[in-house]
Each structure stands twice: as C-alpha cells, then as structure tokens.
C-alpha cells in the first residue's frame, strides 16, 4: 500500500494531510525517513512512526480502554466527558466506537472498534459472549438473590415517562451469579452475562431487592484488564481472536 494511503487508512486526516506529513519528514518505517508519499509498503504487521510516536497497521482498529469513572460511551455526551476524548485524535478520526456501553460511573474493560460487524458479533447475545461485572452492593448479598439472579428476573423500565403507560418489563438472566466478600462484608456480586440491556446489572440487582452502589468490568470474552493499564490507558488487541478463541 501507498504510504500516503497507509497514514489515511489509519486515521492520520485527510490526504493532503497525510502527503503533507510525509513530505514534512514527519514519517520513519525501521528507522528510515521516508520522503515519498507514494513509496509501497507491505501493511502486515507494519510498524511507522509519525512525529515520533510509533503506531501498528491494522485494518481495523480494536481498542481495549481501562475505562474510568465519570466518562460517558455515548459520542454525544450529556454531563460528562466522553471517553473518545481518552483516545489519540487517529483512532477518534477512524470512527472507533464502543462495544456496547458502561454507563458513566462504571469502571473497567471497554473495547472500541471500527469494525461494525465485530460490534455486532460481541453484543449480540446470539453469539453468547460473555461479559463479567462486579458490583459492590449496598446490602449484603443472600443466597436467595443469586439463585434468582440465575434463574431470571424482570426488568422493570428505569425512567418511566410521567403519564404514559408503562412499557412491558424485559426479562433478563445472568449466566452466572456469584456473592463474594468485600470491606463492608458479602456485599459484593460477580455476574455474568451475555446481553447488554440498558442498566441491566443495576435493574437486575434492584429487581431482587439490592443496590448497586459501585460496578467494575474485569472482563469481555477472553480478555481480562491487564494490571498494568491505569484508568484512563488504553491499548491495543492485535486480534479479535483474542475475545472469542
Ligand atoms: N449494567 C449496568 O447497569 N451498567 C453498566 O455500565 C453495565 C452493565
């Protein structure tokens, strides 16, 4: 591929902005200025560096944020921040998006992809990917509210709107359900689940009678938040592979 083509593909502007950043010797590959826009490349498992940052060539861009508290998935976001703006300005300008949403005040694993198929495949709860929360509760957690957890529970609608009639409740079943001790005693709960209702941990909990004071994703699939990554970090996942093997 053109390496014009490559900074474009990549999400580095338009591509007048691309050829102007090569021409201004903005742009290495094996530690090697490059000066030709139209010098070919191979892209698998290429490396380059623009402006002295290193970046992979992937086709598609597959991101997994460890993502804070008091960030927003939606692109347009009402109160808070989004998390777009934790990403650098090439993968916002290739579009990445979520796979599926954690609501602004929970913590932990967000992937972003480019890829809308890929996001189909990961939330569809056809393709039974399973999603790990842990909630810290504000009761503690009985063995009564597991089983109902596993057996399946209705979610009733969070916001009602004033004077209209209330929609039908969804039902909603975790995969697995698990209590599990923090500070404050057994208030903690590990759930797995394949779908991604709106609220869905916070509506099921509240359907058995708890709270959800506080909620952490430690996994997607396969993948774990690595130790390493920081609130606010992010990194790549070189496969989809990887979330589903
Ligand atoms: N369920 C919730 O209630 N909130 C989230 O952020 C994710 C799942």
Not at 94 to 105: A, S, T
């Amino acid at each position: 591929m053109r390496l014009s083509q490559i900074l474009f593909s990549q999400g580095f502007g338009t591509r007048r902005l691309c050829a102007g950043l090569i021409y201004n010797g903005e742009v290495s590959i094996n530690g090697e200025l490059i000066e030709d826009a139209d010098a070919e490349f191979e892209t698998e498992g290429l490396e380059f560096v623009v402006s002295g940052k290193t970046w992979p060539f992937y086709e598609k861009a597959l991101i997994l944020l460890n993502k804070p508290a008091g960030y927003e998935c939606s692109q347009k976001p009402k109160h808070h921040p989004s998390v777009m703006t934790l990403l650098p300005g090439p993968l916002r300008e290739r579009n990445v998006q979520p796979v599926g949403r954690l609501d602004e005040d929970t913590t932990g694993l967000l992937l972003l992809t480019d890829d809308g198929s890929l996001i189909h495949k990961l939330t569809s709860p056809k393709h039974h990917v399973p999603k790990i929360y842990e909630a810290q509760c504000k009761h503690e957690v009985t063995q009564e509210q597991v089983a109902r957890l596993l057996a399946g529970v209705e979610l009733h609608e969070p916001d009602p709107a004033p004077g209209k009639p209330a929609r039908k409740a969804e039902q909603a079943r975790a995969e697995g359900a698990e209590a599990f001790d923090t500070a404050a005693g057994t208030h903690g709960l590990r759930l797995t689940l394949i779908e991604g209702k709106y609220h869905q941990v916070k509506r099921m909990v509240a359907a058995v009678g708890n709270r959800v004071e506080a909620l952490h994703r430690p996994q997607f699939g396969a993948l774990t938040l690595p130790a390493d990554l920081k609130p606010g970090q992010w990194t790549w996942v070189s496969s989809p592979s990887l979330i589903t093997p």
